[in-house]
């Protein structure tokens, strides 16, 4: 491994501002985040595909991967960040590297040769050139050559520098970001940057996440000055020095980020999530209230209250016919972070019943929260194998799953309804009418009346009962001679 | 039981209803050697023929007694013994199936009674089995011509009960049964070792299949012989409610009758499976534990697109209720549902909370009114699909815009499966990508954009 | 029957401009043309489908049929004719009349309340109310319904009185054409009428072949004033009075109608062709004459001329690389009337074979051409059995059938390649960029590789021969132990 | 022969390739108790997994042995040993089956020697069929990956041949055939009275069905002890071009083979079948008789769309062979293809004049130039569909933005009869009504159009 990636991954486990680090002794922390993978038993993501998830959103760059087939082809193409403006990035680019190629050491000169090809075919905002495992290995000077090719095309080449075996997906999200502030970010200035120019970073506008938040933000008159990464232009990102304010959201792994723009450029940061009614109404009031600390005029935070009220009265009332729909559900949450602990006190709130929550990816204060919400430890697990959560709703020990996809299976294959709160799912369930679709999701799945005929027995099992609305078996009436007419 | 509603009208916009003589054309179209006969004006058996031969896509041997000004005043009979002569002649059928329509009907003539005694007459007709349905145009639709149709085939041509033959059953397949469904049904029976007589058999006469002779008649369809001996099976199994009176005067001949409202949707077939399971004495066979082991998958797969699913349906009453059964059954709403006709107790049964006997403008508004999100109807509803950009699932009759509407099937696990894998994906098929404007969002700043520049010289 | 509809009936049928009636005795044409059908084998529409058939393109009117479901639910949205305006024709309006009606007599009481309805709803330039055979023998008095119903909502209300029984479709054709001139034309006046302005009568714009046409008359500053009945609207029937020429395509059965303007508005007529090059040009040049001898510019002859040998050119020019994919091709034409004569030459001139024609509703003038074209009569035939065209074709004794819907699946099922010149073809074939469309619609079928398969044997059938590219039959190879890597 | 034309770049535009181990690990899952075991970076199986899961709707039980930053550098035998025991402690496969990835194969480690010891050493691992396949990212695409694991499987699990077991039959299964597609197949090989022994059988574990418990490999595929008598076949059936190494690895045993290069078109169907009668030496049964009249009238009814049908394909070699060869005997024309891998002979018998080696934007540019109508290929070509306004059968793998493509079934007569009907109702469904815009033609004066009156009063 090159030199520079080994310094950044090194700086990538060793954040200061990471709340889990935080918590940690010193001897702990030393050792980083990384947990070694057990072959036969692991899973998730690589760095590679780590870095492409926080960068690929940017929607007017070229996304270049250097790698044989399988990196981008199995990769490209698979998320539902939305853009409102070019479409570049759901075109999959990759050097496709052959047999051919590497053992010919022609790597360097391919990437370099498609780099040109692209900036020609696409006239891309930047490429961002994603080094993977084969071009590592064999020791292509990826960097070197993301140089030279910025400086003839008159376009910026960024290289990402995350092959999949240094770590893990989470690793790869920090040394995207990490490129993002070594590369790109104070490299562009904006035409007027104003007292209410933000940053959002870790919302990647799934299905449109961002778009159910900014009318708010519109209505206060903040602006959305850098974002990383949903709708994002790269502008947006060589912009990101000039905004007074980042809001990182939902996302340990951003949090590098955040600090790397508060310690060069002063910005201040804060974690919140729109996830929920009332940590919306949070998050909009950090905002307003730092923006406030930092030039903004103090009547915003009047308007915030004043919009929040009428938000939450808005929502809770498009809320309301709903809780007789959900009241006394068993939801079982199996998901990271707190992008799930933002809706559990309004599932609460509607009468349902929060019965298991997963704790990965969980900070102590995550964890804190959870404890305080729910009255008890009782209900937290670590991670829970396929089998046994699957024993678990098979035995309609919760009425619904929420979690992302990969646990899908686990719940429809034991008859069980899921909802889908990850980074796959299609429906946007940020801010107040969000939450709003979330309960809607949630009633459709819970109250879907094919669960009832999933669970009834076949006809050939035992148990098998003739149906409520049983065919009408007319008795043979030989004797009867009904008088049909006789054409 | 649904509430149901006879719109206070003169006019009827864009009919959904397709008549019942032609309902009874196609019942007969199931027999073997069958040509079907319309007692009335050449024009009503052109239409029928026309409409037909859109949906199947196939020569559809159907005869006129081509009545004329004088005949449409003195009565037909002679039309009638005239037109058999001419068919014996010209294709030698073994079966002609009559059925009146709205001209004959009207002068109310006992064309019956006539007919009976001609055929008396006639000994030479002997070779040719006939039989006659009143399906005037008036009353009722092609559900409605079909079943009056079966049973005029049972009044005519089944004789009173003997000896019961052990593993035969007659399956009554009603209207709303593709021919590809009605192989599956039968399918379904004989995987349980049971020899069923389907009647009628569409899926051997209108299945569409090349054969190596030009005939004048059906070629396929349920035997004569067969017909005869209906009234010696263990039971009668009747799929679609409008099947009952068919049913019931098989009962009335000795044969136990049950009467399956639907063959679609998981609990539906399960009915079915368990009644096979009954009649036959055997456990079912691995491979139809294996379809509804796939079927139950799929609608796990695809509960997400049905479930809450705003659903505008036109159709006849079984096959509302058949689809649209199924798709509630799946979570789906029907909110806007027309029918034809409310002779049948189907047309209650259909779930919704209330059901339009009426036309194709009675759904166009009910649909847009409620927001549907997608329409299941036969091809006439392209038109209004296209204004209110609704995906459009076709089904029913006549389907004349997607070739091969004889060869989908919606019937039974498998048939099931398709089934909602096809509404998914018609839903799948409208998804498009989210724009700020559907949350009331701005687009970022121009300024934010990147404005190509000249391509790089190298 | 009402007494003025046997009237009308009668007057259709002593028809001294038809051409069939012109050539017969004086005894025979008071006969009429009606043949006595067959029952138990006779084909084809009734009146009631003529007369939709004729009016029902025109796309402004709402076309509303009394009667019970059938004649309406059957019949409507069956057919391919275009508009470039309101699409109203193609709803399917009808009374619907049930036992109930009937029986209580309540048929005229529900038409009045049908056509206010229709009015209201859809704002017609006028509505067309068609007699059907039910209402026709009840007694509904339905001239009467319309007068009332016309006066009191302000809209037009024709009745058009054809119901089914009273004879076939060609008699609906020219019921319908005699309602046009009895009730509508001649009520509107055009803003600026030209003395290039002309009727088309007869054309239905199928698939859009009224606008292959319409370019050339555009060019010539020819006008279509009004039409019967292709993307017609209901204003330009009321103001056919006002053209200077009519052209009649390719139908008797309007010849009764292009006669009646002749005689009342001295307005001059021809029948005329859009099918084949030499049919079109012909007709192009009738035309032009015409319009001159009433008063167009004299320049109009020699433009037409120019425009001719241009457009004659360029078609011939485009079907050139045909010829060689379809000459020879031996065809049987099925088709009533000189539609078909039309194309008989410029097949021929592709060097295709017309080894038979129908001369069904032909008359003894476009038998003559036949012989003229084809060199004799051996060739000529008049109905035949659908048994003995599927034996003629399923011998191999034509390699292709163009003719109508009616006999489509003859020549299929006998594996014998089909071209539709019929009113369901899915293809428009007039004038010159529609014969280069036909001839590449031959080539398409004739040449399609489909045919060989299908002619071949099953692998069960006698004959069955291994196909040319066999499967490698590997031998097998027991003793050889082929060195396989072994892993 | 098309003219294989390798594009001179370096940038790929929108892959249409799926990598080799990928392919390898569907075709392990088509054997009974497996898990797939990619050896590589734990991302390389967590794509894949991805993939798969998205395709299938089904969990995927793939696992990888986590190469890291040291491993990656000095060899990788340990973490495969240790896979296998943690895969045997936690889920108790029957097969494990290897597929090496890019990361390994760039090293060269002699894997497949280090694991031929490591079993001889780990003795209590024989409970575990253990098979090593090389598929290195870097050479050919999921078909090659495919073919890999199926000749992995042979070399180590059949041994020499013995007696012949009378009606035993090998079928060996190409990438390109769909679970519903391999049951089909398997269903006529049936249908002789043979019995198959279906190599990979995906049908039985990759068809979509609830099952009645969980478990971390796959359930159902084919049996271990089944592939140890593939031997003693009467003969190797061989569907695809790219199973044709392991159709003579079984030849070299004893067992003679023929090789299919499509089972989709009457044409290719009819040779299978004819195949068929020979091995068996029976009439072919009724049933199939009947699907077979039915494809040829179903040919009739479609060949108005297919005929002259300008057709854009990217496709796998045996996939592209079998469809666009139907197609093109429909009388459609390939105008624009692109295929993955120039491995297998099969990419040169893609009947075009020239087969591009290369990606989507490959096609999207030759479907634009050569003004193609449909596309045929899989999910991602739906961008490129929509931007060209084409309508899009989807085909081949991934096919994630629709349901239920493990049933689509192409293979066969009746495969091939719903493919034609697929294709002529695509094009059907993009019918738009003709305009005089269409034609250079102008519209009516505007003096000639009705001006809707205000509603009458009354």
Redesign the interface.
Request: proline residues 7%; charged residues 25%.
């Given at each position: 491994m090159a030199e520079p990636l080994k310094q950044q991954i090194a700086e990538a486990f060793v954040e200061p501002a990471c709340e889990t680090n935080r918590a940690k002794s010193e001897a702990a922390r030393k050792k980083g985040c990384a947990k070694p993978l057990m072959p036969g038993a692991a899973a998730g993501g690589c760095a590679f595909d780590g870095a492409m998830i926080a960068l690929q959103p940017i929607v007017d760059v070229a996304h270049l991967v250097h790698a044989p087939l399988a990196c981008a082809g199995n990769g490209w193409d698979n998320r539902g960040s939305a853009s409102s403006g070019s479409q570049l990035y759901r075109k999959g680019f990759t050097t496709d590297l052959t047999e051919l190629d590497i053992v010919m050491g022609e790597g360097e000169k391919k990437l370099y040769r498609a780099i040109r090809e692209v900036i020609e075919a696409e006239h891309p905002a930047a490429v961002f050139v994603y080094a993977t495992c084969v071009p590592a290995l064999i020791g292509d000077d990826i960097a070197a050559v993301c140089k030279v090719a910025a400086m003839r095309f008159g376009t910026p080449v960024i290289p990402i520098n995350a092959p999949g075996y240094v770590g893990s997906k989470n690793l790869g999200n920090k040394l995207g970001a990490a490129a993002l502030i070594e590369h790109v970010v104070g490299t562009m200035e904006p035409e007027a940057p104003g007292p209410t120019d933000i940053n959002i970073i870790g919302d990647f506008n799934l299905s449109g996440e961002l778009w159910q938040v900014t009318p708010l933000l519109d209505r206060l008159g903040v602006r959305v000055l850098g974002s990383v990464s949903g709708d994002a232009r790269y502008r947006q990102i060589a912009m990101m020095h000039r905004a007074r304010v980042t809001m990182v959201v939902c996302s340990h792994a951003f949090l590098p980020m955040a600090r790397k723009l508060e310690e060069r450029w002063g910005i201040p940061y804060f974690e919140g999530s729109f996830y929920g009614i009332s940590d919306t109404s949070a998050a909009l009031r950090r905002l307003c209230a730092l923006l406030v600390e930092r030039g903004a005029p103090e009547d915003l935070l009047a308007r915030c209250e004043a919009l929040i009220a009428e938000e939450e009265a808005k929502a809770r009332a498009a809320l309301a016919p709903y809780r007789a729909r959900v009241e006394g559900k068993r939801v079982l949450l199996y998901t990271g972070g707190h992008k799930t602990w933002s809706v559990v006190s309004a599932l609460q709130e509607l009468g349902m019943e929060v019965v298991g929550t997963s704790t990965r990816k969980a900070t102590e204060e995550d964890k804190g929260r959870v404890v305080e919400i729910m009255g008890d430890e009782r209900h937290m697990f670590d991670n829970m194998a396929p089998r046994e959560m699957y024993t678990l709703l098979r035995e309609a020990r919760a009425d619904v799953l929420m979690s992302g996809g990969r646990s899908q299976f686990v719940a429809l294959k034991a008859r069980v309804p899921w909802v889908d709160v990850n980074q796959e799912k299609h429906e946007p369930y940020a801010g107040y009418v969000g939450m709003v679709d979330l309960v809607r999701a949630i009633d459709r799945s819970v109250n879907n009346p094919m669960w009832a005929a999933l669970r009834a027995p076949a006809p050939w099992e035992a148990g098998a009962v003739v149906a409520a609305v049983a065919p009408l078996v007319l008795a043979a009436v030989p004797s009867s001679k009904t008088d049909f007419e006789d054409c | 039981m649904a509430k149901l509603i006879h719109p206070r009208?003169?006019?009827?916009?864009?009919?959904l209803?397709?008549?019942a003589?032609?309902g009874a054309a196609m019942a007969y179209l199931g027999i073997e050697g069958a040509i079907p006969?319309f007692h009335?004006?050449?024009?009503?058996?052109?239409?029928?023929m026309?409409?037909l031969?859109?949906h199947f896509?196939?020569?559809i041997p159907l005869?006129?007694?081509?009545?004329?000004?004088i005949s449409?005043i003195l009565g037909g009979g002679e039309?009638?013994e005239?037109?058999?002569?001419?068919?014996r002649k010209?294709a030698k059928p073994k079966f002609i199936g009559i059925a009146s329509?709205?001209?004959v009907e009207?002068?109310g003539e006992d064309v019956?009674g006539e007919?009976?005694e001609m055929l008396l007459r006639r000994s030479d007709f002997a070779g040719t089995a006939v039989?006659?349905?009143a399906t005037?145009?008036?009353?009722g639709?092609l559900e409605d011509g079909w079943a009056r149709a079966v049973?005029?085939i049972i009044?005519?041509l089944v004789p009173e009960?003997g000896p019961v033959l052990p593993g035969q059953v007659n399956l009554l397949a009603g209207s709303h049964l593709t021919p590809a469904d009605v192989e599956e049904v039968a399918g379904m029976v004989r995987a349980f070792g049971l020899a069923p007589i389907v009647l009628p058999d569409i899926s051997a006469s209108l299945?569409?299949?090349?054969?190596e002779d030009?005939a004048?008649h059906s070629l396929g369809g349920t035997g004569l012989a067969d017909i005869a001996r209906m009234g010696r099976s263990v039971a009668t199994l009747a799929i679609g409610e409008a099947m009952r009176p068919a049913?019931?005067?098989l009962?009335?001949?000795?044969?136990?009758?049950?009467?399956?409202?639907s063959v679609t949707?998981?609990?539906e077939v399960?009915?079915f499976?368990?009644?096979l399971?009954r009649l036959s004495g055997r456990?079912?066979p691995a491979v139809l534990?294996?379809d509804?082991?796939?079927l139950?998958?799929?609608?796990?797969?695809?509960?997400?697109?049905t479930?809450?699913l705003r659903v505008a349906l036109g159709a006849e009453p079984d096959l509302a209720v058949s689809l649209g059964g199924a798709l509630?059954?799946?979570?789906a709403e029907i909110v806007a549902v027309v029918t034809t006709s409310g002779l049948s107790p189907a047309a209650e049964r259909i779930p919704a909370a209330e059901v339009i006997l009426g036309?194709l403008?009675d759904l166009e508004r009910g649909a847009e009114a409620a927001r549907a999100q997608i329409l299941l109807t036969h091809s006439?509803g392209r038109?209004m699909a296209e204004k209110l950009h609704l995906p459009h699932v076709r089904c029913g009759f006549p389907v004349?815009?997607?070739?091969?509407a004889q060869?989908v099937c919606r019937a039974g696990y498998r048939g099931t499966?398709?089934f909602l894998?096809e509404v998914?994906?018609a839903m799948?098929?409208q998804?498009h990508?989210?724009?700020?404007e559907?949350?009331?969002?701005?687009?970022?700043?121009m300024?934010?954009?990147?404005a190509?520049?000249p391509?790089?010289s190298?």
């Open positions: - | 009208r003169a006019l009827s916009t864009n009919p209803k397709t008549s003589p032609l006969l009335g004006a050449q024009g009503c058996t052109a239409f029928a026309v409409h031969v859109r896509r196939e020569a005869q006129t007694t081509a009545m004329n000004e449409a039309q009638i005239e037109a058999i002569e001419t068919l010209r329509t709205a001209l009207t002068r019956a007919l009976r039989v006659y349905a005037p145009d008036f009353t639709g049973e005029a009044a005519a009960g299945d569409g299949h090349l054969s030009w004048g049913a019931e005067m009962a009335a001949k000795g044969v136990p009758a049950e009467v399956f409202g949707g998981l609990a399960d009915r499976v368990a009644a399971m456990e079912a534990r294996r509804r082991a796939r139950a998958d799929t609608m796990l797969d695809t509960h997400f697109q479930g809450g509630v059954g799946m979570g036309d403008g006439h038109m004349f815009d997607r070739i091969g060869d499966r398709a894998y998914a994906n799948l098929g998804l990508r989210p724009r700020p559907d949350f009331g969002a701005s687009r970022p700043p300024e934010f954009d990147h190509p520049p391509p790089a190298h």
